[in-house]
Nanobody, 126 residues
């Protein structure tokens, strides 16, 4: 059974930084880990993804060069480092995992992820 628990959200001023963590339990080998977010009144959107055991990463255009996804295999944790935050980054952030390292299905496709965390709120004030 895979479980995901996010932490690290909070309130930050525009231009600031936050570091989100997602601790996993259960199988992560040969999987893909992703971060998604959902703002009030909007649909959930893709943020970033990484193959757990490899170096492949993929980012939404809106966060590329500002956000970095990484994994700490020893701690079974995935990190989303968010820099130069903007008010439009305000959302509930979710980590998600799919038990496949193949990207035949786009890593941005939320329907391919079978496991989700409970979410952590990120609020960026202007």
């Amino acid at each position: 059974q895979v479980q995901l628990v996010e932490s690290g959200g909070g309130l930050v001023q525009a231009g600031g930084a936050l570091r989100l963590s997602c601790t996993t339990s259960g199988r992560t080998f040969s999987s893909t880990i992703g971060w998604f977010r959902q703002a009030p009144g909007k649909e959930r959107e893709f943020v970033a993804a990484k193959s757990w055991n490899g170096g492949s990463t993929y980012y939404a255009a809106s966060v590329k060069s500002r956000f970095t996804i990484s994994t700490d295999n020893a701690k079974n944790t995935v990190i989303l480092q968010m820099n130069s935050l903007k008010p439009e980054d305000t959302a509930v952030y979710y980590c998600a995992l799919r038990l496949s390292s193949s990207w035949d299905t786009a890593p941005s496709d939320s329907r391919a992820y079978g496991y989700w965390g409970q979410g952590t709120q990120v609020t960026v004030s202007s």
